[in-house]
T-cell receptor
Framework: DVKVTQSSRYLVKRTGEKVFLECVQD?????MFWYRQDPGLGLRLIYF???????EKGDIPEGYSVSREKKERFSLILESASTNQTSMYLC????????????FGPGTRLTVL | AQKVTQAQTEISVVEKEDVTLDCVYE???????LFWYKQPPSGELVFLIR??????QNEISGRYSWNFQKSTSSFNFTITASQVVDSAVYFC??????????FGKGTKLTVNP
């Protein structure tokens, strides 16, 4: 079974802090994704990566950056956390083409105070 | 661009009732894929099914069935004899020419005992 793990289930940070969210997949998938999920807005794509050191902006990249130094690991970085970044963050991965199903991690619920 | 509409925000049924979750998609692409995901209260999105635009055959998996109709741009999901464990938010999603999976806003299904 595909397994996607995220470093924390719950995280509380203060405004202005630098925040790292880590995601690891164990299926040698080429593609990895970061979404945020907010009530009434559904899932929105922040960034994605189709290879090591490659990254592409999603629909809402502002205030975020990403890093993919190894194939299995995709990090989401909030350079200076703000209260409007309080959300559920979901990581996903998929193999080969983008048409393949994405497998999701359990999510990180981030609260920025 | 892809667009996915799930008009039903919330549905409540009593156990053993059949329930259909609607999904309408918009696309200009000839080749596209449709998905359904389940998000139980634990938060992790679980992949249920993927369908490509060239395969209009209906699919049945246990109590779950999917009806894909290109003529109405719909990909509806039916749960037969619903159970309390089916309570979750269900997302329909679509991907076409771009690399981005587009999600509907989700339908929250509550199955009462």
């Amino acid at each position: 079974d595909v397994k996607v793990t995220q470093s924390s289930r719950y995280l509380v940070k203060r405004t202005g802090e630098k925040v790292f969210l880590e995601c690891v997949q164990d299926m040698d998938h080429e593609n990895m994704f970061w979404y945020r999920q907010d009530p009434g807005l559904g899932l929105r794509l922040i960034y994605f990566s189709y290879d090591v050191k490659m990254k592409e902006k999603g629909d809402i990249p502002e205030g975020y950056s990403v890093s993919r130094e190894k194939k299995e690991r995709f990090s989401l970085i909030l350079e200076s956390a703000s209260t409007n970044q309080t959300s559920m963050y979901l990581c996903a991965s998929s193999g080969q083409t983008f048409y393949n199903e994405q497998f999701f991690g359990p999510g990180t619920r981030l609260t920025v105070l | 661009a892809q667009k996915v509409t799930q008009a039903q925000t919330e549905i409540s049924v009593v156990e053993k009732e059949d329930v259909t979750l609607d999904c309408v998609y918009e696309t200009r692409d000839t080749t596209y894929y449709l998905f359904w995901y389940k998000q139980p209260p634990s938060g992790e999105l679980v992949f249920l099914i993927r369908r490509n635009s060239f395969d209009e055959q209906n699919e049945i998996s246990g109590r779950y069935s999917w009806n894909f109709q290109k003529s109405t741009s719909s990909f509806n999901f039916t749960i037969t004899a619903s159970q309390v464990v089916d309570s979750a938010v269900y997302f329909c999603a679509s991907i076409g020419g771009s690399e981005k999976l587009v999600f509907g806003k989700g339908t929250k299904l509550t199955v009462n005992p």
